[in-house]
Structures are given as structure tokens and as C-alpha cells.
């Protein structure tokens, strides 16, 4: 809800009603995830996006109709036999879509949802999907609980597992008994975990750089920049970075261990031994989803050399890519940088980096099949 929140804490803080449409579920080729989002004020007014322009004309008129009922409706979207391109998505997928009406009368909570949203504390809100009297009940997780899914045993099961959603950043679908009984499909509750943006730290403050700043905040990352060298690590030289920081980089690296997780990127753009070596030989034993390193293969394997002596394990080497990026033929800083975040987002998907023209199958396979390709396409064992 990220893209549309000025948009909606407008139309909120004005008491009018609105309808916010979120996508639940995916199925197949789906173009956007669930957690994408479109809000219509009352004055018709469109903000984000649930397909990228497919089904968007009927989700509007659908919210133009949750705004006059003030009834959250689900709809299903998904490819049409006899004409593609009348409500259905031309990419052969299926998307689940909730539209709810917003007021303050209704959603009391909305006001927090979204302040927690724009301070990046992490909350999460549970919505019931299941169509019937319980549909549209929220449940808002964060601090403290708020509202009800309209039973107690039910609230108590919905926050438990909301709470370890929003430590994982995982927003789905799960199903319940009526009371909260486990291994029961009768009532569908969609959780959304609002979770802070992840991080990105840049390492070096060079111009290379600057250009991985931008397109890490373009790709929703909250990009820091560190370098000891105080001439260079400047808010002129970085106006895109979130915070520039002049301090040797294993040392703030040291500082801010609990913020780095499974969604980090680590940039170390140094290749100079001595920032990139102490900072590699603490990045390497953390939990961060991707930590690559600038250099000449020369520089890399001087630099696996060092690290080597250091302590570091193989399984730990493993994890560096190094040289930085993928193989697009970079030049110029920017250039470097589309290479970079193509590599991070290859890693986080585990996809193959491939060109979709020379494959075949779904683009939006999942995960796990993804996994599965990339492994048989280096010729490992599904089980290494």
C-alpha cells in the first residue's frame, strides 16, 4: 500500500469513503503479487495498480460500487476463452482481488495502519476473504490488536501466525475453522504484512555508487551509503540515498548487524583491501539475501585469498558474487548499476537470468521451480 498512501491519507483525513482494492491471490502468470493496490476516491480519482492495465477498468467500476454499498466484494480475474482481452489478463494468469470501502466510521485503525506504514514500523492487517457476515472484518496487528474476525478463538490463532508473517515479510492467504481450529478451510483470512522496505547498503562512495543508490531506491530499497572518506560521502554527491555515512564500513556494518535480514543487499563498490576485506569477512556471516563485490578477477581472487586467511569458509565464500552484476556488457555507472540489480533481483527470485525469449514454460514460475531450473541448468542435484 506504499505507492497509494499520500493518495489515501488525503481522502482519510478529509472522512470521505474510498475503496481500496488489494490483490489476495495469484495464481500462474499473474502480473503483480498479493499486497498490490489500487485506490478510487469518491471523486473517481485512481491511484496504483492491481495488473499493470488489465483488469483495472473493472476493478474501478467495482469500487465505484463498494464506495455507494459500503460492502467489500472479492473478484476473480483470470484469462477469458472466448475474448483476452475483454475483463481477463492477456498473460493466461488468475488473480484474486478484494475491494473494500474505506471511511473513518468503519476502519478506525486505518489512521495507524498507515502512519505505522509511513515510519516503517512493522504491522500487519488480517482481513476475512470468505464470502458471508464475516467478510470485510479486520484484524490489525502491531504493538497492540485491534478490531475482531468476529470470533475470539479465531483473533488469538489470526494474530499468532500474523505475527510470524510479518518477521518473514510474508503476506498470503490462511485458512481457519470458525474458531481459529487449525487444518480447517472455513473461513479464508488475507494477511498483509506491512513490513519496513528493505535495506540496501552501498560501500564505496564513488560514482558507480551513486547510480546503485538510484536504482535501489527506484526498486522500493532504503538505501544507505558509507564511506570513511568524508569528501566524498556527501548528501551532494548521494541526493537519492536515504542517510550517507562517514565511518570505516565494517565498523558501521558492526553497528547495524539487526537491521540486516534475508531481503539486505550489500554492495561493496570499495575494491580496496583495505575496506572491502574486514567488511566481506563480517558481511559474509550475516543474514543478508545478497552481498556482492566490485573488482577485477584479479582483485577477486586477491581478494578470496584474503578472506581465506581470514577464516572464512568455502560455504561462506560461496555466497560473494563476485564480480558484481551480470554479464550485460556495462560500461558507464549507470549501466554498472541495471547489471547489479538485475543480479540482486535474480538472487531474491532464484531465477535464471535468461533471456525469456530462449525459454519456454511460465515467466512467473514459482520459487521453487525456479530453483529447480536454475540447479539443472549448472547440472546440480535437486537435492545439493
Avoid: N
Amino acid at each position: 500500500m506504499r505507492d497509494v498512501l499520500a493518495s489515501v491519507r488525503e481522502w482519510y483525513a478529509a472522512g470521505e469513503r474510498f475503496a481500496l482494492a488489494t490483490v489476495i491471490d495469484t495464481f500462474r502468470s499473474a502480473p503483480r503479487q498479493p499486497g498490490a493496490t489500487m485506490a478510487v476516491s469518491s471523486a473517481g480519482v485512481v491511484v496504483g495498480s492491481v495488473s499493470g492495465g488489465c483488469v483495472e477498468a473493472d476493478v474501478y467500476a467495482v469500487a465505484e460500487e463498494v464506495i455507494r454499498t459500503g460492502v467489500p466484494v472479492v473478484r476473480r480475474y483470470g484469462i477469458s476463452d472466448d475474448d483476452v482481452f475483454a475483463i481477463g489478463l492477456t498473460c493466461g494468469g488468475v488473480l484474486d482481488v478484494l475491494v473494500e470501502p474505506i471511511d473513518p466510521a468503519s476502519y478506525l485503525e486505518f489512521g495507524a495502519v498507515a502512519e505505522a506504514i509511513e515510519s516503517g514500523r512493522p504491522m500487519a492487517v488480517a482481513t476475512v476473504v470468505t464470502a458471508g457476515e464475516r467478510q470485510g472484518l479486520r484484524l490489525v496487528i502491531g504493538q497492540s490488536i485491534s478490531g475482531s474476525l468476529g470470533d475470539p478463538g479465531l483473533d488469538r490463532a489470526v494474530a499468532e501466525d500474523a505475527l510470524g508473517m510479518l518477521s518473514s515479510g510474508t503476506t498470503a492467504i490462511r485458512s481457519y475453522g470458525v474458531h481459529g481450529e487449525c487444518e480447517r478451510s472455513d473461513v479464508a483470512v488475507f494477511v498483509q504484512a506491512l513490513t519496513p522496505p528493505p535495506r540496501m547498503f552501498v560501500f564505496g562512495a564513488i560514482d558507480f555508487a551513486a547510480a546503485v543508490a538510484r536504482v535501489g531506491k527506484f526498486l522500493g530499497y532504503h538505501v544507505t551509503v558509507c564511506d570513511a572518506r568524508a569528501v566524498f560521502a556527501t548528501r551532494a554527491r548521494f541526493p537519492e540515498a536515504d542517510e550517507v555515512v562517514v565511518d570505516w564500513p565494517h565498523r558501521f556494518l558492526a553497528g547495524v548487524l539487526d537491521t540486516v535480514d534475508s531481503r539486505t543487499a550489500l554492495c561493496v563498490l570499495t575494491h580496496d583491501p583495505k575496506f572491502d576485506v574486514p567488511l566481506l569477512e563480517l558481511a559474509l556471516r550475516t543474514k543478508a539475501g545478497y552481498i556482492g563485490a566490485m573488482g577485477s578477477r584479479r582483485t577477486h581472487q586477491d581478494r578470496m585469498v584474503r578472506l581465506r586467511a581470514a577464516g572464512l569458509s568455502e560455504a561462506e565464500l560461496a555466497r560473494l558474487s563476485s564480480p558484481i552484476g551480470l554479464d550485460l556488457g556495462a560500461r558507464t555507472p549507470e549501466e554498472t548499476a541495471i547489471s547489479i540489480a538485475a543480479e540482486i533481483i535474480a538472487a531474491r527470485t532464484a531465477a535464471s537470468a535468461r533471456p525469456l525469449s530462449t525459454m519456454t514454460g511460465r515467466i512467473h514460475g514459482t520459487p521453487a521451480q525456479k530453483v529447480l531450473a536454475r540447479r539443472a541448468a549448472v547440472g546440480r542435484p535437486s537435492g545439493s
